[in-house]
């Protein structure tokens, strides 16, 4: 199979690729590094012609309500004309466990967005929803940092591997399209504060962790991001990744 790759250079795309290819398939990284640019429509007719899968991992540069709402719109308009035009039969795509869940948090509105463009293009698709990456915990931490005091909530989160969910992407890409949603998550569930206490425990930096409700980018989300029983679970924890990386 010919898989076309969207955000094929960055995290989880370049483990994507890697992982349809070592399976004997055809893995095309599309990014704008490549020439090809999903937002403005450059390139995409040449990328995917001929392409029996497309993975969109692309991501918004930006976590504001109307700069990701543009992306992701725009992005699927421009993806979803291409596909048909070239007669791709099956669409991949990464989202959030809980996304449609916390409508007051102007990023996942714009992912919503998405899935609803994703179920409403004509091309069979597959969503495969993952919690948060251990690898977006040092980020969240370093924006939370005030002096040396790092400043999350207590929300709990059901972090997974980048590993992982690139596994679960490319499985799917493999396989035939489910029109549905698969969920995966990592196996353990902590509160934010206490991951950037293991973080720091793994890692000291002469910073502290303060439990503050209000701080941060995950202040007052709703605590919805754990996924429920029928979660798909990823075997990598945390703390195991933490003495790796």
């Given amino acids: 199979m010919k898989i076309v790759v969207i955000g094929g250079t960055g995290l989880i795309g370049s483990q994507v690729v890697a992982l349809v290819r070592d399976k004997g398939h055809e893995a095309v990284p599309a990014a704008p590094s490549r020439g090809v640019n999903a937002l403005t429509g450059e390139g995409l007719a040449q990328a995917v012609e001929g392409a029996d899968v497309v993975v969109d991992v692309s991501n918004s540069p930006s976590f504001e309500t109307e700069p990701a709402l543009d992306f992701f719109t725009r992005s699927a308009q421009h993806l979803f004309a291409a596909e048909k035009e070239a007669g791709v039969r099956h669409h991949v ?20 967005a998405q899935e609803e463009a994703v179920r409403g293009s004509g091309v069979p698709y597959s969503l495969v929803r993952a919690t948060q990456f251990f690898e977006f915990i040092a980020p969240v931490m370093d924006m939370s940092t005030v002096g040396k005091e790092v400043r999350l909530p207590s ?42 206490e293991l973080t720091l425990e793994a890692k000291p930096d002469g910073r502290t962790v303060v439990t503050d409700e209000t701080a941060g980018l995950f202040a007052g989300m709703p605590d919805v991001l754990t996924g429920d029983d029928t979660v798909h679970v990823a075997a990598t924890r945390y703390e195991d990744w933490l003495k790796r990386n």
């Fill in 93 to 112: 795509a990464l989202s959030i466990v809980g996304v449609d869940q916390v409508p007051d948090y102007g990023y996942y509105r714009a992912k919503v």
């Fill in 155 to 196: 929300l709990r989160l059901r972090p997974i591997a980048s590993a992982d969910v690139a596994a679960a992407v490319a499985e799917a890409a493999q396989g035939e399209p489910t029109n549905g949603i698969r969920n995966i998550a990592g196996p353990e569930v902590y509160g934010l504060d206490r991951l950037a």
